[in-house]
Structures are given as C-alpha cells and as structure tokens.
C-alpha cells in the first residue's frame, strides 16, 4: 500500500508531533504571506500527506535531529532535501488527484516522492545523480512505497515511455521549461517548476486543451542547478 511505514513506540509518536509541527508551521508561513501567490494553506489532503511521511528517514543520520526544522539539508553530491514550506508548496500547487499520474524531475533522498506517492496513483521519478538515485529507491522500497517507478538519467528529457502526465513536478532549476517535458505533460496538466540562474522563480505552468501553456510566477526561491548529461 502507498505509503505504509510501520513504526512503534514513543519514537514513533514523537515523529507524528514532529510532523504535525512542521505542518502547522507551513500553513502559518502561508497565512502570512510567504512570499508565495496564491496559497493561503495546505489542503487537508496534503497536510495529512505531509503528517504521515517520516522526513527523519529521507536524511542523513548526522541531520536527523533538525529533520522536522523548516530548512532545506544536505543529503550529498551538492544535493539537497528541500525545505518542508517549499515541498508543501509545490505539492499543493500540483492539485493532486489519487488516480493521477506524476513525473518528478530530481528524485533527491526521495522525500518528495514518497509525499507524491501518498496522493497520487503512479509516481515516475528521475534522478541524474546515480548515487542518489540507488539511495532514493533503498528508502522508498524500505518504508513501503509501492506506487512508484525510479530511474537513473537525465531528467530534461523526460520520461516519454510513459507520458503523458496529469502533473510534472522538477526540483532542481533550469534556465528555461525544457520542451520534452512540455511534450509530456497532459493537456489540462500541471507543471510546477523552479526557473532562472542565480535569482530563481517558482512557476506555475498550466497546459490547455490547445496545447497552448499559461504560466504563473508563484515565489522567488533558491534550488540547485539542473544537471544535464
């Protein structure tokens, strides 16, 4: 079952107030505005997506005491596992259904993922960074995640075998929307993608019935360059 993890004992309950905390911390940034377009609050699905999912595992041992902090943190390679408010974000923004289908772009630890997992019904995920990679796959198929499909390679172009896709979700920031992933999207899907160099925009692109794309500038935010082979 999508995202079963069995956990027991007063760790596990300290994990749950973890998350419940991090949750109401999101929601509270953006009540107050954030930064952020258009989001007020999580929805009760994504707070509960969110609640349910052990960020604790997706890092390293050494930062597993700040895993519930809102702060992203290394997980190796120059590579890092967002910040709670943005995974919060970027997930709300896809407007998840349980029978959607979702490209990730930068699989990372897998936390993203895994949150993926709990609300949509097949996950594909790409990570370029073949370590990471094995390493996000090890945590997904240790804690349960049974809905989701890992691969090692270049993000940029996609996963085309098994487009389109109700929503496509990249997290780490090229300079422009790569056209395959365009391609890929369903038409009515969801794109939310961080663009720019140094300065970066969180963006909102939507595919119409046309093919023809809107896109909508949610926040400024700062993401790790996209890699390309």
Same mark, same amino acid.
């Given at each position: 079952?999508?995202?079963? &993890? ?16 991090? &949750? ?12 952020? !377009? ?7 699905? &994504? ?14 041992? +050494? ?8 702060? %992203? /943190? ?16 970027? $997930?709300?923004? /896809? ?6 289908? &979702? ?26 960074? %073949? ?8 945590? /997904? +198929? !240790? /804690? ?19 487009? %389109? ?5 990249? $997290? ?30 969180? $963006? ?11 896109? $909508? ?13």
């Amino acid at each position: 079952m999508a995202g079963a &993890v069995l956990v027991t004992g007063s760790t596990a309950q300290q994990g749950a107030a973890d998350r419940q905390r991090m &949750v109401e911390e999101i929601d509270e940034m953006l009540a107050s505005g954030g930064g952020t !377009r258009g989001v007020a609050r999580l929805a009760p699905h &994504v707070r509960a997506a969110m609640t349910e999912v052990p960020r604790h595992e997706f890092v390293p041992p +050494e930062y597993r005491s700040a895993a519930y902090s809102n702060s %992203p /943190l290394p997980i190796g390679h120059g590579q890092t596992i967002s910040q709670p408010l943005i995974v919060g974000l970027m $997930t709300e923004l /896809l407007q998840l259904a349980k029978t959607d289908k &979702v490209l990730e772009v930068g699989t990372g630890s897998g936390y993203q993922t895994a949150i993926l997992s709990v609300l949509a019904g097949e996950v594909y995920t790409i990570e370029i960074v %073949p370590e990471l990679g094995k390493m996000a796959r090890a945590n /997904l +198929e !240790r /804690l349960g995640y049974r809905n989701v499909s890992t691969k090692i390679g270049d993000g940029y172009q996609g996963w085309a075998e098994h487009a %389109p896709f109700n929503a496509i979700i990249v $997290t780490a920031a090229p300079d422009h929307v790569p056209l395959p992933l365009i391609a890929q999207l369903r038409s009515d899907g969801r794109m939310v993608i961080p663009l720019g160099g140094f300065y970066q925009e969180l $963006t909102l692109l939507e595919k119409h019935a046309d093919g023809t794309t809107t896109t $909508t500038i949610i926040a400024p935010v700062r993401f790790v360059p996209l890699i390309r082979e």
